[in-house]
């Protein structure tokens, strides 16, 4: 019996690593056969996989590469992560896909990256944030400089009297955030009863903005108008704002049109937000990059367009508001 027991297991061993291993070579075959149809191969390389912003942009992107006949490819780190997004563009590399879009980095392991991927033929475009230093092909995204302005012009046109401003940025070696930032400096300076007296660090999380909203508030009493430079902040400093309650409510400026923030928009919370068009960012980078692939060199910069969305832009969490308007 026991020997009976004994050779049926040195049977079913190798017999189910031969299924295994049957299984992972019939799903590389198939995976490989499926990417075979498709004219090229794209990598998306995202900030973080999970971000509603950046799902947008993938969004937009997949869209576009249907309508090219691309075989794209969504890949990044689950959270905000330099060294891990800077080693996805080197797999990427490594595996040869046809192109690469990804976020514009200021690492200058960023720019060894994009020359690589040039050496091996592989086209790459910065989306979002640029890094016109980096060698890469073109960019697509907002004129960050222009947003952050149109967001200091919003600040002055709807607030009235003196005004103590705190801005919660994303990341302050972010080279879109701080294009922002100096935009919104740029306007305000305009205006001598507006004056930012702080800025503070959300690491681009929900909770990093209502921790930074909530310090900056128990530590200044005189903070009349908050500006949440990156997509998540504005709903931080709306948490912050509800949880320390202060005698008069700070007006809030935001950015992006994320389902939550227009939720709030309605609920006048946010009194207003900085809209971009991450939809279009992804459709035109892949667009441009298929145009490159036969042989019809893009622009450089490719600018998308920014609005301002307010309370009456809103219903039931839809901006009814065209684009450009």
């Given at each position: ?17 031969m299924?295994?291993y ?35 942009i ?10 090219h006949?691309?075989?794209?490819e969504?890949v ?8 891990e997004r ?22 200058p ?19 979002d ?6 060698g ?8 960050n ?14 607030t009235?009297?003196?005004?103590k ?24 300076s ?7 007296v ?10 990093g903005?209502?921790d ?28 912050a ?11 809030v400026?935001?950015?992006?049109i ?8 309605e ?7 900085i809209?971009q068009y991450?939809e ?13 692939h036969?042989?019809?060199?893009p ?5 998308t367009k920014?609005?301002v ?17």
């Amino acid at each position: 019996m026991v020997r009976k027991i004994f050779f049926t297991i040195l049977f079913l061993i190798p017999f189910c690593l031969m299924l295994y291993y049957g299984k992972e070579t019939f799903y590389i075959d198939q995976q490989a056969a499926t990417q075979e149809m498709y004219d090229y191969h794209f990598a998306l390389v995202t900030e973080e996989v999970g971000n509603n912003y950046w799902h947008f942009i993938e969004k937009g992107a997949k869209q576009a590469a249907e309508e090219h006949n691309v075989y794209l490819e969504y890949v990044g780190p689950k959270v905000t992560d330099t060294d891990e997004r800077l080693d996805t563009l080197d797999r990427m590399i490594a595996a040869n896909v046809d192109a690469i879009i990804t976020k514009g980095m200021s690492d200058p392991r960023f720019r060894q990256l994009v020359q690589k991927a040039k050496e091996h033929q592989i086209p790459v475009a910065t989306i979002d944030t640029d890094n016109s230093g980096s060698g890469r092909d073109f960019y697509v995204g907002t004129d960050n400089f222009e947003a952050g302005y149109l967001a200091g012009k919003t600040m002055i046109e709807e607030t009235e009297g003196e005004q103590k401003v705190v801005a919660i940025i994303g990341l302050k070696d972010a080279q879109n955030q701080m294009e922002r930032l100096e935009g919104f400096e740029e306007a305000i300076s305009q205006e001598e009863r507006i004056e930012l007296v702080a800025v503070a660090e959300s690491n681009i999380t929900e909770l990093g903005a209502a921790d930074a909203t909530y310090q900056l508030l128990k530590s200044r009493s005189d903070i009349t108008a908050i500006f949440g430079i990156s997509a998540l902040d504005g709903m931080g400093i709306v948490q912050a704002i509800d949880e320390f309650q202060p005698t008069t409510r700070p007006y809030v400026l935001a950015f992006d049109i994320l389902p939550e923030t227009l939720e709030l928009i309605e609920d006048d919370k946010i009194q207003a937000t900085i809209a971009q068009y991450p939809e279009e960012m992804g459709k035109m980078a892949v667009k441009e990059m298929y145009q490159l692939h036969q042989k019809d060199q893009p622009e450089n910069i490719h600018h998308t367009k920014t609005g301002v969305i307010k309370k009456e832009d809103v219903m039931n969490g839809e901006v009814f508001l065209k684009e450009g308007e």
